[in-house]
């Protein structure tokens, strides 16, 4: 017996293989982003332990590219050239957590446009394969099998992708944001050992200028 996507395959006009060569790169493509994703946020997690054990001990932290490092290094270039002041910190350490969740957060939309997007192509091609077996039927006269064979495969197999692409891509979409805000809550439990980083660093200046 012929393997079903063969089969339909090869029953598909040329509309409903672009149709099934569109989905199938939308799921390659989401795929992509989802083993991505969850490698950085595997190495992010890890490295900001690090980050964070080195911070809270108060010991020289090492150039290690995370979440974590990143903001700290981010508010330290501020200081160093007077770029804040005390009153603007509290606003410039939100500022600091806002750019690192964007860029955890990046290609997660293209992640969310998928889910929306391939259903719909897979029902499109679903309603152009319909069009097709009844236009045969009208032209033929006949409903045979043969004559509506090819146009309900096309229906039915570009459905079938549809839900296979977006299906992953929206639980990939869902368990990365949950994966993200998690990681970020632990960073926002030392946004008052930075704020006292930040605050002793100020009293230390003032008191060298005096």
Known sequence: MENIWISAWKHCDIFGKIDLVLLGILSIYSWYIIFEKISILRISYKRNKEVE???????????????????????????????ITPDMSKKYIEKAFVREQNNLEKNLTSLATITAIA????????????????????????????????GVAEALITTVLGLLVAIPAAVGYNFLRDKIQILMDEMEFLIPQIEKFLDEYFIKQNEKQK
């Open 53 to 83: 054990k080195s911070f809270l001990a108060q010991k020289e932290i090492k150039k290690i590219p995370c979440p974590l490092y990143s903001t700290l290094d981010y508010l330290t270039t501020l200081i160093r050239y007077d770029k």
């Open 119 to 150: 259903p719909f192509l897979g029902l499109l091609g679903t309603v152009w394969g319909l069009l097709i077996a009844f236009t045969n039927m009208s032209i033929t006269g006949s409903s045979s099998i043969k004559v509506v064979a090819s």
